[in-house]
């Protein structure tokens, strides 16, 4: 028996919300990390200096975890009703926590 089947509709509509935000936390973190990685990495090519690089690994190594975090915890815009709506499919069908 998985844990999910004794969830409520609006228990499971809840645990796909945090999800689809958790989900979304990530995807927000991920544009901003290639928007600025991207600027720094293009004011340093045209200044010559290769620090920018240093920077860009630490980051990436937090958004690499911050991924990890999000795929693997069990636990609003229109991109974040999609993502809940498709959170909410998978649970109501599959009752599998990922």
Do not use: C
């Not at 689809?20 to 045209?46: C, P």
């Amino acid at each position: 028996m998985n844990a999910l089947t004794h969830l409520s509709p609006a228990e499971l509509d809840r645990l796909a919300r945090k999800r689809a935000g958790a989900k979304m936390g990530w995807y927000i973190h991920a544009l901003v990390f290639v928007l600025v990685n991207g600027a720094m990495a293009t004011w340093a090519t045209l200044h010559g200096h290769h620090w920018a690089v240093f920077s860009s690994l630490g980051w990436g190594l937090g958004l690499a975890v911050h991924g990890v975090v999000v795929v693997l915890s069990p636990l609003r815009s229109s991109f974040f009703s999609t993502l809940v709506q498709r959170e909410r499919q998978r649970l109501e069908t599959l009752r599998d926590p990922w």
